[in-house]
């Protein structure tokens, strides 16, 4: 099935710090996603992307949907303690309204 | 609105015995998802639901199954529980398509098979 490969696994930073995260795939995406899960819940969508070279931001988050449609990007600056979480990146391919792949996320960890 | 409303919250089974995970949402959104979470492996789709009496495969169904009678509910049914089904699922909703309409998830139910 699609991969998409998501990197860095988990990242340790302290409070103030910038943040970058990716996904690269083989395949190419219509549409990116990026999504933050906290503790205990599920997933909540934080940006979405749908053209290439899309760049897009929300407060302290933007996110860029790469030019050859295989990538996407998440930066987060300036963070703080409430950052922490699981962050996912996912990709809808044409055809396929229904399916997301997603990437195996990202652990971040902000020490105050 | 309470949103994506999963039950229970935790459950233990032993090998061979089934449960249903609930799944409600409130939004009338047509297209309901069930997804499982299993550490590091990010989320695989079990079973997906377009609309009220339509069903269709995920990537990862065997061992599941479910049904969509009414457009708020979409439960999952595990027959014969089995180790490997130890994971956390989630139960989602969408008003479109993934792509198009964002996903709206539950908070999730941990099961673990022994």
Known sequence: GQQLNQSPQSMFIQEGEDVSMNCTSSSIFNTWLWYKQEPGEGPVLLIALYKAGELTSNGRLTAQFGITRKDSFLNISASIPSDVGIYFCAGQRGGSNYKLTFGKGTLLTVNP | ?114
């Open chain 2, 1 to 114: 609105n309470a949103g994506v409303t999963q039950t229970p919250k935790f459950r233990i089974l032993k090998i061979g015995q089934s449960m249903t995970l609930q799944c409600a949402q409130d939004m009338n959104h047509n297209y309901m998802y069930w997804y499982r979470q299993d550490p590091g492996m990010g989320l695989k789709l079990i079973y997906y639901s377009v609309g009220a009496g339509i069903t269709d495969k995920g990537e990862v169904p065997n061992g599941y199954n479910v049904s969509r009678s009414t457009t708020e509910d979409f439960p999952l049914r595990l027959e014969l529980a089995a180790p490997s089904q130890t994971s956390v699922y989630f139960c989602a909703s969408s008003y479109e398509g993934q792509g198009i309409s964002p996903l709206h998830f539950g908070n999730g139910t941990r099961l673990t098979v022994t």
